[in-house]
């Protein structure tokens, strides 16, 4: 059976769904979003955003139809693939302060090869230098 | 440093997309069917809003658990969505509903179908929709009130024109399924679940829409929405009857084969025992097959086949229904062809009991139905007849016996009878020749009639009594 298929393509072809853009995006910040990621799109990628940024702009009415069949989204930065993600999150720093060192006579039996560290002292000095001596 | 980016966010969203888009997609599209890439685009803030709504907690113990749902679902429903996730559920259970359609498993096409109008329910004429509207399409501050308002307008029809598609695919589907899309196309195959699931979707709609008032709908987009289903489905009846009027004309009683005169009827009997009946298709139907059966009738064609009793067989339906809404006040103006519908049924029965019940109802529906009165006379005439019958088994000394009454009982229902058969149609020219038999076994059996008439005159003026 057939079906009347106006609606569906609008639905189906929705460029705010395609790109995962949000609809609330105004046509500047569209255009804006899209010439950013045609800069780093293959050329027949960029023959695709082409169209879908002419979709959304030529008529206001289109873009107003579009957006009100789209999908809300949550952030205007758009759905991304799960990989792509991960490579945008930066580096896991943890704020949990280590243990302090304290070297003991056990660490002793494990010498160092390096002279250098043979002269470390193997227990703190019993008098600190105040801040004063390195003044 | 910032620890928690934007980008954190995101790739937590896409995690939880990840985890819960498949089974809910499952579950919603009751197990058949699998979220593709284009739904993981489209779906994926969902999940992160979902788990912040109050009916999270009702679904997602049962995620995993295929036989909870749609119960589940329905309960997570009555916890109340946010408008923004009605937003998604109202677009992701259309694309449910054009799929189920194009798969033809209509039965869960209508559930989709009637939840995703439920969530544009809740989410048209919201502050929500009205501030997408303002944040896609934002109003020039520098514009007059007026260009605004007739803008903002512009921006309803907008909204109104998307959703009245849908309402129009479904017009189209039972254009299809009727053949109604192709004047060349027999009428003979119908798609029989596909009208049923066209039509109860317009109709589930309607009843969605119903008592909405101008608090809740301000702009009225919810009641234009209603009003767009229900004249959608009055114009598919419309056509319906049109090409049943167009078939019918075709039709050359004179040569026509059976299966040829039969087939109007057969079809417009068909698609509205689906549909329901509307005053239009009944008062169509009821006085096409009239018209029909009279011209049979006129030429001998009633004695040649038996298409008329088959005709009045299958448009029965329509004129019980008629004669409920004629009997309601809900109908009039049909209320002799309902009658004459009546007497045609009337007429072949040889019980006396149904043609006494069926003549009555006609003269009810249609009083004076010239017919239909004649031939309740007539039946009035045969319990004259029955009683006198009786009566005259009766010996003339019965009377003498203290205390017996089934004389005078017997006569005084012969009478009665006459009375009513004079009633109803006084020119019947059998009567006088009941009425001298009446009189001649009265005063055989000693019983005075005129105080029958002294009564029945007196309860006739009661009657008259303001």
Redesign the interface.
């Known amino acids: ?4 298929p ?3 393509d ?3 072809g ?1 460029p705010f ?2 790109l ?1 853009l949000d ?2 995006m ?1 046509p500047r910040e569209l255009t804006e979003v899209l010439r950013q990621r045609a800069e780093r799109a293959l050329p027949e990628e960029r023959a695709q955003l082409q169209g879908l940024w002419r979709k959304l702009t030529l008529k ?2 289109e ?3 579009f ?9 205007r ?1 758009g ?4 990989d792509a ?2 490579e ?3 580096p896991f ?1 943890s ?1 949990k302060k280590l243990e302090p060192l304290t070297p003991t006579a056990l660490d002793a039996l494990v010498s160092p090869s390096d002279a250098a560290q043979r002269e470390l002292p193997i227990a703190p000095p019993a008098n600190f230098p105040t801040s004063q001596d390195h003044d | 440093m910032k620890i928690w980016t934007q980008h954190h966010a995101a790739l937590l969203d896409a995690l939880r997309a990840e985890r819960y888009i498949p089974p809910l997609y499952r579950r919603l599209s009751r197990e058949r069917y699998e979220a593709d890439d284009e739904e993981w685009r489209r779906l994926s803030d969902w999940p992160s809003l979902l788990r912040k709504e109050a009916g999270w907690k009702v679904i997602e113990p049962v995620l995993e658990q295929p036989d909870a749902w749609p119960a589940a679902w329905h309960q997570a429903t009555e916890a109340g969505w946010t408008t923004t996730a009605e937003h998604h559920h109202a677009l992701l259970f259309g694309r449910l509903a054009d799929r189920f359609i194009a798969d033809e498993e209509y039965e869960h096409a209508l559930w989709s179908w009637t939840e995703s109008w439920r969530a544009w329910k809740a989410v048209l004429s919201t502050d929500y929709m009205r501030q997408l509207l303002s944040d896609v399409a934002p109003l020039d501050e520098d514009e007059d009130e007026e260009a605004r308002a007739r803008i903002s307008e512009s921006h309803d029809a907008i909204l109104l024109e998307l959703l009245d598609h849908r309402i129009q695919a479904r017009v189209h589907t039972l254009r299809v399924c009727l053949s109604l899309d192709d004047e060349a196309r027999s009428v003979e195959v119908i798609d029989r679940r596909g009208l049923r699931f066209g039509w109860n979707a317009l109709l589930l709609l309607g009843e969605q829409l119903r008592e909405i008032d101008e608090a809740r709908d301000p702009n009225g987009t919810l009641r234009r929405i209603r009003r767009q289903s229900n004249s959608a489905r009055e114009q598919v009846a419309t056509e319906v009857i049109a090409r049943f009027e167009r078939m019918i004309e075709a039709v050359d009683l004179a040569d026509a084969p059976s299966s040829e005169v039969l087939l109007p009827f057969e079809w417009i009997a068909e698609v509205f025992d689906i549909i329901g009946y509307t005053e239009y298709a009944v008062t169509t139907a009821v006085t096409k097959a009239v018209e029909i059966c009279w011209r049979m009738r006129k030429m001998g064609r009633e004695d040649r086949t038996d298409d008329l009793p088959k005709i009045l067989q299958l448009i029965t339906p329509f004129n019980k229904d008629l004669f409920r809404r004629l009997e309601a006040g809900t109908s009039f103006g049909h209320n002799s062809k309902c009658a004459d519908f009546l007497v045609f049924q009337g007429e072949p029965l040889t019980d006396h009991d149904a043609r006494l019940e069926i003549f009555e109802r006609a003269v009810q529906i249609s009083p004076g139905h010239r017919n239909a009165s004649m031939l309740l006379s007539y039946e009035h005439l045969q319990v004259t007849r029955a009683a006198l019958g009786r009566a005259k088994l009766m010996l003339a000394t019965m009377r003498h016996i203290p205390g017996n009454t089934k004389h005078e009982q017997t006569l005084k229902e012969a009478y009665d009878a006459l009375a009513m058969a004079r009633h109803h149609y006084p020119p019947n020219e059998r009567i006088p020749d009941y009425q001298e038999q009446l009189e001649a076994e009265a005063a055989r059996l000693g019983v005075d009639l005129s105080k029958w008439e002294e009564r029945t005159t007196s309860e006739n003026d009661e009657d008259k009594e303001p």
């Open positions: 059976m057939s079906d009347k106006s609606d569906n609008l639905e189906k929705n769904d395609l995962g609809p609330r105004s206001e009415s873009r107003i139809k957006a009100l069949l789209a999908h809300p989204r949550g952030s930065q759905a991304q693939k799960l993600l991960r945008k999150v930066p720093l704020r």
